[in-house]
């Protein structure tokens, strides 16, 4: 059964780190494609960053690239956020969520296959 468990949230001003990590179990990931995506409150879930486990490709939405950095730990079945200079409009649930299709798609949400349950992100000014 696949697992993905979610870590490394918390308050920090505006400015601020953070690191987000997704350690995913029960399966071999080295073909999935994995992602994080949040939801602030009264809004939709967002895209925010993937990458394809088997080459490092990444991707990420606009309003976070410089600042946030996606990767993978292959020895610790782990994939990380690095989150730098946060803003307040950064605050949100954040999901780690695996995609076994490996899809071209990875900015849409249904097409992923696992979730984890999710980290809070508070961001204060």
């Known amino acids: 059964q696949v697992q993905l468990v979610e870590s490394g949230g918390g308050l920090v001003q505006a400015g601020g780190s953070l690191r987000l990590s997704c350690a995913a179990s029960?399966?071999?990931?080295?073909?999935?494609?994995m992602g994080w995506f949040r939801q602030a409150p009264g809004k939709e879930r967002e895209f925010v960053a993937a990458?394809?486990?088997?080459?490092?490709?990444?991707y990420y939405v606009d309003s976070v690239k410089g600042r946030f950095t996606i990767s993978r730990d292959n020895a610790k079945n782990t994939v990380y956020l690095q989150m730098n200079s946060l803003k307040p409009e950064d605050t949100a649930l954040y999901y780690c969520?695996?995609?076994?299709?490996?899809?071209?798609?990875?900015?849409?949400?249904?097409?992923?296959?696992?979730w984890g349950q999710g980290t809070q992100v508070t961001v204060s000014s």
């Open positions: 029960g399966r071999t990931f080295s073909s999935y494609l």
């Open positions: 969520a695996a995609d076994r299709d490996n899809s071209n798609y990875y900015y849409i949400s249904y097409k992923y296959d696992y």
């Open positions: 990458i394809r486990w088997s080459v490092g490709t990444t």
